[in-house]
Every structure is written in structure tokens, then in C-alpha cells.
């Protein structure tokens, strides 16, 4: 008799929404486009993000490089906030870090040294603690507030974990897309990054759908921390067969 097919174990993993107040009033996010050749969500608009490594663990149990955290699943030790902070600065070019007390901003004669050290850590030449340490860096894990935790449905073959933080976006910083493993990096409302999916011209998927719908309902940054207070819910979606085809629903859909 044949063994019942078990699940694909998700692997642990951190994204971060960068987010920044927008001139016409609420606020836009920062997205990248995966690129078409992509194992996961390919050619999709996402949030920076990625698996979890060793290396981000070292991180942050090396107790000088990092600010603290809250307690929690992401408190540190699991990685998942230095998973974050890595992910942004590969994807994004952004890295959430202070320097002697101050938000990390790149000078014009910074702007050659850090590109290098996010080219570096891309080809896995170096790692995010040593980047942090030649620098003179203190990440900025507490900063990063926890606002949304997601894991894949069990039937799909590659499963993910996934904390969400979000964090402001540093001034003195510019964010680019790595080119690497997405082509593509916006700028975007919440709500029009909605509109745009409905029209066709902006892919999304469905945990980042339901991710955009919950920041529209929030007016600006300040009323972030209001609205995402204490530990996130966990949003475990499954699948479902109507008319023949696989349906994705949120755990109390009907």
C-alpha cells in the first residue's frame, strides 16, 4: 500500500514592506518584481523578502550587532528579523541599520563601498554580520514591526514560513531592485497596487492581495503601530476544488 503523500515542510522566512508617506496624502510600499525564470511566484510584484539562513541566525546571536527585538516568534535567535534586514539590502538596496546612534544614510562616498558589500552578499561572499561589522553597524532589528505572519498551504511543493515586518523607509537611502532575482522595483499605494492587479497590469498573489487590503484600511504611517499591535495572527490558507479547479481560501472562508 502506498505511504500518504506528507506535506513539503515550510521553510522559515522574512519579508519587509519599506514603506514611506506619499505627496497626495496615506502612504506607498516598496515592491519588487520576481523575475520571470523564478522558481516562487515568478513575474509577480512581492515584498523584499526570502528564506531564512544559518548565517542570519549568527546574526542575531551575536548579541552586539543587533538593537533587541520584543519578545515573541521573532524575537531573536530565529533569525527571522536578520533574515529581513538581509533580504531588504539584497533586493531592495535598502539596509536597515544606525551608525553611532543615527539611521544608516549613504553619503556620495559611501554609495560605491555599500554597493559592493550588497553585490558581495548576493554572490554569498560574505554575510550580513560581516558586512555589519566592517561597516560599524548595528542592525536595526527592533525597529522592524512585526505585522502579518503567513504559511503556505500544505499542497504546494515549495512551502514557506513567513514573518512580515514593516519598517520606514531610511532617509538618505534610495531603493533599487538586485536585477538579480527580480526584474523589476516600484514605488506603489496599497490601494492603487489593488487597482492596478484588477487591471490586469500588476501581478500579484494571493497573501500579497490580502496583504494590501489590510494597509489600505490603515490612513498613514503613524496609525501603522496602532493598528498592528501584538503578535500577528497566523493565516495558514488551503486549498479547495470548485468546478474542477484548485481554489486558494482563507482559513474561516467559506
Not at 502612504?27 to 548565517?55: C, L, N, Q, T, W
Request: hydrophobic residues 45%; contains cysteine.
Amino acid at each position: 500500500m502506498s505511504q500518504p503523500h506528507q506535506p513539503a515542510a515550510p521553510r522559515p522566512a522574512a519579508a519587509v514592506v519599506l514603506a514611506r508617506p506619499h505627496p497626495a496624502g496615506s502612504f506607498e510600499v516598496y515592491m519588487v518584481r520576481r523575475h520571470i525564470k523564478s522558481e516562487f511566484v515568478p513575474d509577480a510584484f512581492v515584498f523584499p523578502g526570502g528564506s531564512v539562513s544559518a548565517d542570519d541566525i549568527a546574526a542575531e546571536t551575536a548579541a552586539a550587532l543587533c538593537d533587541g527585538a520584543p519578545d515573541g516568534p521573532t524575537a531573536l535567535g530565529a533569525g527571522f528579523r536578520a533574515a529581513a534586514i538581509r533580504e531588504c539590502f539584497e533586493e531592495a538596496g535598502v539596509l536597515l541599520a544606525t551608525r553611532n546612534g543615527h539611521p544608516l544614510a549613504q553619503a556620495d562616498d559611501d554609495r560605491a563601498r555599500v554597493a559592493a558589500e550588497r553585490a558581495a552578499l548576493n554572490r554569498r561572499e560574505t554575510t550580513l554580520a560581516e558586512v555589519a561589522a566592517r561597516e560599524g553597524l548595528t542592525l536595526a532589528t527592533r525597529e522592524l514591526l512585526h505585522w502579518a505572519h503567513w504559511i503556505t498551504p500544505p499542497p504546494f511543493p515549495k512551502r514557506f514560513d513567513t514573518h512580515f515586518f514593516l519598517a520606514p523607509m531610511p532617509d538618505g537611502q534610495q531603493a533599487a531592485h538586485d536585477q538579480l532575482e527580480t526584474s523589476a522595483g516600484a514605488w506603489i499605494r496599497p490601494a492603487d497596487a489593488l487597482a492596478r492587479f484588477k487591471a490586469g497590469d500588476f501581478p500579484i498573489v494571493f497573501a500579497t492581495i490580502h496583504q494590501l487590503h489590510l494597509l489600505v484600511e490603515v490612513p498613514d504611517l503613524a496609525a501603522v503601530a496602532e493598528r498592528f499591535t501584538g503578535i500577528p495572527p497566523t493565516i495558514q490558507p488551503r486549498i479547495v476544488q470548485r468546478d474542477g479547479r484548485d481554489v486558494i481560501l482563507l482559513p474561516d472562508e467559506p
